[in-house]
């Protein structure tokens, strides 16, 4: 790599010093073919008249103010050049004049040039010029081209007058140029005014093709010499395409250069902003990229908009000089901001800045305001020299990459070296764990077949352990069903205790009376007496046989569904509040209160049993864990619907699990109640129940005296 870029180097030194030689010869060889000839081009800047609006035309379509060859004229009135009339923006057009020399010439002719006008010439009644007046230069800008007008042999002292007018609400630089003579003189100013920018623009263009040549030959150059050529070939471009000489070389029409001209006017900034990204941009290198690709876009847009005949071209300008301000300013303040820093290619960086913008400014003062003495442009020059301090920049920053680079690849080969010693003791060490290798494979060998059988040992223990298991769990399911049997033998037989001691006593009663009766010795009072003894012992049969009823119904029911795997459609409240009542008699011996939130209406179709051993479980698990006794608890169940998922969220307010414990409350056999009647079961039935059987999902908050809650969802 390092060959070849000093190689690309020495071939980019010796073009350069080609290319000063040539700058430097032409204009010589132009001027000693040109500064030797006599200069007979006579300035026509005095003498000038102009008069706003349009003239009236007579009968054969001639204006009639071209026949006012009175020089004592009170409506013409005088302006020199440089300079121009007051504007007038109310004008739509306005007519120059101008008396023509006595000296005389052989086809002679008026070198002449403005800014972005349209115009015709008019001499002894004719028209003798006509400039951006055709079809196709009417829809865009006429540019500002040098013109030569011939003049007719008797010219002497008589007028040409001018009829102009623009598309632009500005009229400076109405005559930027005036003078009298032949056209071989006019084309000899031309080339000895335009010479030195052109071979600048050649010398601009040739350097962009050595610098993109140069990225695109070394891949691993960075994006610097691209950004820097394409810089490079717009300012060749917009230098050609600006100087005056371009109209004697190329026969292009004046259109086509302005498209030209902006359009590398335009872009130009974009691989400046590119340039210093590369170089430094550092923290600011979205603010810069952004900055050029906007650039891109502004310059795109505005070419459509003229294509499209919406804006053109030249109209932009104004926007364009404030967005081109912007971009100086941060062309400015990056590299500020690392010469504060101490970085010295940015101090090199801000002289180039400096003297581009002290050039610049001059030819802004001397041209437009003609402040100070201006005869040509010193941009171009300060363009120049921002240029070549630039490539010295390019140069310093790609040779202190390239040694940067020769150190890294010492090291490396340092480090190669050193890895090359490393990597035989790692050899001579692989060789010796070979052997040990072969030996350990031997035992590994002896080892997997101890192992097989210790598996094969291990297998056989785990199914005994999961069927011992199973039979757990279902043992404890039939437990917990046969606690609810005989709790609700025991409270179905207090009901019917009282109904048989109710009927007992009424049979007595009855039989007393039948003997008094019988002896008719009975007296109204004490059938009265019987009759509201029969009705109260009936009302109380009643309500007691009733409240039995409901204890072996909702057993029955709860029974089948714990025994059976049907989905079915219940509604929710009311089954919980039967499972609820077959609890009851474990329920009675606490103070604790039970409260249900479930909408009433509430109706799903899902597995009844599994939910009522899952409410079964929590109620017993806080019946067992989370109350002391005779404290008086809360245990709550909230109960909502959300689109096809059931939620049902049951909490107790009572001592509540500790972190370490709440991690392992689902594991089977984890219990903290062993020595009291725990088994650690029944949790885990509730999860196997709520992840398998529905299809769900559980998950348990808790922290020590706050209480425990369950959240359990599942798909009806």
């Known amino acids: 790599m390092s060959q070849k870029f000093f190689k690309r180097k020495q071939l980019l030194q010796l073009l350069l010093s080609l290319f000063f030689l040539v700058m430097i010869v032409i204009p010589v060889r132009a001027g000693d073919g040109l500064y030797h000839q ?106 500002s081209p040098w013109h030569f007008i011939p003049v007719p042999a008797n010219y002497q002292n ?19 140029m005036s003078q009298f003579g032949t056209r071989s003189e006019a084309q000899r100013k031309i080339v000895l005014g335009s010479i030195d920018s052109f071979v600048l623009g050649c010398l601009f263009f040739f350097l962009s093709l050595i610098l993109i040549i140069i990225y695109t030959g070394v891949k691993t150059i960075q994006r610097s010499f691209w950004a820097l050529g394409f810089s490079s070939f717009c300012a060749g471009i917009w230098l050609i395409s600006e100087t005056d000489l371009r109209q004697i070389l190329f026969d292009i029409p004046i259109s086509t250069w302005i498209y030209w001209t ?74 500020l901001y690392e010469v504060f820093k101490g970085n010295p290619e940015a101090k090199i960086f801000s002289l180039g800045i400096f003297i581009l913008g002290a050039t610049g400014i001059y030819d802004i003062l001397g041209w437009y305001y003609r402040i100070v003495p201006w005869s040509r442009y010193t941009s171009h020059w300060g363009l120049f020299v921002f240029f070549i301090i630039l490539l010295f920049i390019l140069r310093k920053h790609h040779l202190n990459m390239y040694w940067k680079l020769h ?47 210790a598996n094969e040992e291990l297998v056989l223990m785990l199914d005994t352990l999961k069927r011992t298991q199973n039979q757990l769990i279902q043992s404890e399911k039939m437990s917990a069903l046969g606690n609810l049997v005989a709790g609700v033998a025991h409270e179905i037989n207090t009901p019917i205790g009282i109904s048989v001691t109710a009927v007992s006593h009424l049979a007595e009663k009855t039989a007393k009376i039948k003997e008094a009766y019988d002896n008719n010795q009975i007296k109204r009072f004490e059938i009265e007496k019987y009759l509201e003894l029969s009705r109260e012992m009936s009302k109380i049969v009643f309500v007691n046989l009733d409240r039995a009823a409901n204890l072996i119904r909702s057993f ?72 002391d006794e005779g404290e008086n608890g809360l245990i709550a169940f909230t109960v909502s619907k959300d689109q096809t998922t059931l939620n049902l969220i049951y909490s107790d307010n009572g001592r509540g699990v500790s972190q370490e414990n709440l991690e392992k409350i689902f594991n089977p056999f984890f219990t903290t109640m062993r020595g009291k009647g725990g088994t650690g079961l029944g949790l885990h039935i509730v999860h196997n129940i709520v992840t398998q059987t529905l299809q769900g999902t559980i998950n348990c908050q808790s922290e020590p005296n706050q209480g425990t809650t369950f959240t359990i969802k599942f798909p009806v």
């Not at 008589?158 to 005559?175: A, P």
């Not at 890895?419 to 002896?446: C, F, G, Y």
Request: hydrophobic fraction near 40%; proline fraction near 5%.
């Open 262 to 335: 902006i359009g590398s006017f335009y872009l130009m900034p974009v691989g400046l902003c590119a340039f210093v990204e590369e170089i430094f941009g550092g923290k600011y290198y979205v603010v810069l990229r952004r900055l050029w690709q906007t650039n891109v876009l502004f310059t795109l847009i505005t070419f459509g908009l003229d294509l499209f005949n919406v804006v053109s071209l030249p109209n932009t300008l104004t926007i364009f000089y404030f967005f081109i301000v912007v971009i100086t300013l941060c062309l400015v303040s990056v590299p």
């Open 407 to 453: 150190n890294y690849s010492n090291e490396i080969e340092k480090k190669n070296r050193s890895l090359h010693k490393m990597w035989l003791e790692v050899k001579e060490s692989r060789d010796q764990i070979a052997k040990w290798n072969k030996t350990l494979e031997e035992r590994v060998i002896e080892r997997t077949e101890q192992l097989a059988q």
């Open 158 to 176: 008589k007028y040409l007058f001018f009829q102009m007018n623009s598309m632009f609400k500005r009229m400076t630089g109405l005559v930027r």
């Open 556 to 627: 029955k029911q709860v029974a089948v569904d714990q025994s059976s795997e049907v989905k079915r459609d219940f509604n929710v409240l009311t089954y919980i509040n039967e499972v609820l009542l077959s609890l009851q008699p474990e329920l009675k011996k606490t103070k604790h209160q039970i409260k249900v939130d479930c909408p009433g209406e509430l109706v799903i179709k899902s597995y009844p049993g599994a939910l009522s051993q899952i409410i079964t479980n929590l109620v017993m698990n806080s019946l067992v864990h989370a109350f």
């Open 38 to 143: 006599p200069r007979r081009l006579q300035d026509l800047s005095e003498g000038w008249q102009y008069r706003y609006g349009d003239s009236p035309i007579n009968i054969q379509n001639i204006p009639v103010w071209i026949f006012d060859n009175d020089p004592k004229s009170l409506v013409w009135k005088d302006f020199s050049i440089p300079g121009q009339p007051p504007n007038n923006y109310k004008a739509t057009s306005i007519w120059l004049r101008v008396k023509l020399p006595e000296v005389e010439m052989e086809k002679p002719g008026l070198l002449f040039s403005t800014n972005d006008q349209r115009f015709r010439v008019f001499f002894d009644g004719q028209l003798i010029y006509s400039y951006g007046y055709s079809q196709l230069e009417k829809e865009k800008a006429p540019g």
